[in-house]
C-alpha cells in the first residue's frame, strides 16, 4: 500500500479508525488502514496483530510493541 492506493470507489485509501479490545478491534471508521503508533507505518487491516488495548494504539509488528510496552513499564 503506498500514499497512490485508492479504495474501489477510486478515492484515496484512507486511515480506518479502530476501538482495540484484548481479542479484538472493533472499527469505528472504515478505512483500509491504521498507522503504527511507533513508526508511523501504514499496517493493512487484514494485517494487524499487534496493538495494546490500554493505550489504544496499533503496532507494525512485535518490535514495536515492544519498545513500546518498555517505553511505559521501565
Known amino acids: 500500500m503506498?500514499?497512490?492506493d485508492r479504495d474501489l470507489s477510486g478515492k484515496p485509501a484512507e486511515l480506518a479508525v479502530l476501538h482495540y479490545g484484548d481479542g479484538d478491534f472493533v472499527v469505528l471508521?472504515?478505512?483500509r488502514f491504521v498507522?503504527?503508533?511507533v513508526t508511523?507505518?501504514?499496517i493493512p487491516l487484514e494485517?494487524?496483530?499487534y496493538w495494546s488495548p490500554a493505550?489504544?494504539?496499533?503496532?507494525a509488528g512485535p518490535t514495536e510493541a515492544y519498545a513500546r510496552w518498555k517505553e511505559h513499564n521501565s
Open 2 to 4: 503506498n500514499a497512490h
Open 35 to 37: 498507522a503504527c503508533a
Open 47 to 49: 494485517a494487524l496483530r
Open 29 to 31: 471508521k472504515p478505512g
Open 40 to 42: 508511523g507505518v501504514r
Open 55 to 59: 493505550l489504544q494504539e496499533a503496532y
